[in-house]
């Protein structure tokens, strides 16, 4: 990619925002994984 | 943007949509295992306790229940005895009860005699009532009877002993009266005393015995006559012999009886020279 200036930006498109939407899935799920361990204490194996 | 990049944007977006739901997934629909797992276990220990228990309970059930068993198989065998025992005493009742009917019979017989003999019993007795009613009559009549004797016994005791009184005074008197006629030289026995004034009955008898008594030369006779023909003591008697006519003497009796008499001869009016013997006459009549 070729280096562009900060008034030169490109303004963010869809894709960009799929990719914050992918950001907050990914963010979400690391949240119910965590709660999940939670649950069992962070004790892994016995 | 190129077309990979696209696709990639997309699959990324794809990809990390599934991871969170998948995670949510597993939050949402996840079990507690663990949690599962010890209360499993405290489930498991404690239906292990109870088990425990109730092998315990059960051993101690087999225990009382053997010893119940050895009990009753003690029981049975007593009970086996006692029921043999009862089927000889049975037996033996039987026996008994053979023994007593024959006997029963035997005191129906005996009861109906007895009812005779209790009929027979009652007719006698009714006959002896009015024997005894008779008696009891009889017994009345001798209590007035023997009332009357008493009555007349102590009437008569009353006056015996008025007599006795009478009697002693009487003797008293007779007492004095001899002495008096002691005193006057007078005759006191009432026999010499009837024969002096009661004189002798006209009669004529024989000397049955004569005697002398050698040391005193007192004589005695024996005449026929006695009380049975009015002769008493004090009575003089002549004798005298018939052959001759000769006078012999007095005799004054001294004994009477009732068919002779024995008397002395009195010395003062004895004939001189004259022997008095069996045979000679003797006469009141002068």
């Known amino acids: 990619m070729s280096p562009r200036s900060s008034d030169n930006s490109p303004a963010p498109d869809i894709y960009v925002a799929l990719l914050w939407v992918s950001l907050a899935a990914l963010l979400t799920g690391i949240v119910f994984l965590v709660m999940t361990l939670n649950t069992y204490g962070w004790k892994l194996a016995p | ?286």
């Open chain 2, 1 to 286: 943007m190129t077309t990979v990049g696209k696709i990639l944007v997309g699959l990324h977006l794809v990809l990390s949509i599934l991871f969170m739901s998948f995670a949510g997934a597993v939050y949402t629909a996840q079990k507690n295992w663990r949690t599962v797992a010890t209360t499993q276990t405290a489930a498991l220990a404690k239906a292990t306790q109870k088990q425990n228990d109730m092998q315990a309970e059960v051993d101690k059930e087999r225990t009382e229940t053997k010893a119940k068993l050895d009990a009753l198989t003690n029981q049975i065998a007593q009970l086996t005895g006692e029921k043999t025992a009862l089927g000889n005493q049975v037996t033996a009742l039987d026996a008994d009860n053979k023994r007593l009917n024959v006997a029963l019979d035997g005191l129906r017989d005996q009861t109906a005699l007895s009812t005779t003999e209790a009929d027979e019993r009652k007719k006698e007795a009714d006959l002896q009532r009015e024997k005894n009613s008779v008696l009891f009559q009889t017994r009345e009549e001798l209590i007035t009877s023997l009332q009357k004797a008493s009555d007349d016994k102590f009437a008569l005791d009353l006056q015996l002993q008025q007599l006795i009184e009478k009697h002693d005074r009487i003797l008293t008197d007779v007492a004095t009266m001899k002495r008096f006629l002691a005193s006057k030289n007078l005759v006191s026995d009432p026999k010499l005393m009837l024969a002096q004034v009661t004189p002798a009955p006209p009669l004529d008898g024989l000397i049955a015995d004569y005697r002398k008594d050698p040391k005193g030369g007192m004589e005695y006779v024996e005449i026929s006559l006695g009380s049975d023909e009015g002769l008493n003591i004090g009575h003089k008697l002549t004798a005298y012999n018939v052959e001759t006519g000769k006078y012999l003497g007095q005799i004054r009796l001294t004994q009477v009886y009732p068919d002779k008499a024995v008397g002395i001869v009195v010395k003062e009016e004895k004939a001189k020279n004259v022997i008095i013997k069996r045979g000679d006459h003797v006469t009141t009549k002068f």
